[in-house]
């Protein structure tokens, strides 16, 4: 496990802490009506997790690498969560400073997203690139059967975000986010063969 694992983790815990302090402790009371809304979302979430964890196995590698059960555990929880944490208060962030401007809820949705979009690309791009063991496959080095899996990655990668927000900006519902969120880390562990102790780059 690497210094630099550690330290996004960490970010994630004060982030819930200073921004998310309230939504985990105190949720949001809902009506009848708002309830099934949200169950209705989340059960619309949790099918695009799923067809997104589906795609993330056949359009990926494991390198050959042991699979380790423990990491699946210990990651998807750790990592659902924290990530989790970060992802909302950069969503946050984003409908801060719409309200500079307006209150229509268009807006700062779209404020969130864009937030959430632009975080997490940069996350992705710039350190979990490093901390992941090799499992990008090229779509030139794919089977024809799995080409479509590639291509249908990204596509997915923006409703999770869409999916993701809504369900926090309509509902305040931070845990159901990170439940959906943990499906989709152990997912990743299960498809690459990620080990929190073994093959992970050491990169700080």
Known sequence: MTVALVIYWAIGVICAIFFLGEELLQPKSRSKEDSW???LLFFFSLLIVLANTYIYYNATSNGGRPLDLVSIVVFSILNGACETFIFLAVFKLGEALMKNFTDKSPYLFMSGVLMFMVFSGAIHGLFWINALPPHVVSIS???PDKVIFKQL???FQIAL???WSAMYF???DVWSVVALHTIVDAGVVYS???SLFTNAKSFL
Do not use: A, E, G, Q
């Open 37 to 39: 809304r949200r169950n």
């Open 141 to 143: 080095d794919l089977p």
């Open 153 to 155: 990655f990204f596509p």
């Open 161 to 163: 975000v869409l999916v």
């Open 170 to 172: 309509f509902f305040r």
């Open 192 to 194: 690459i063969h990620y």
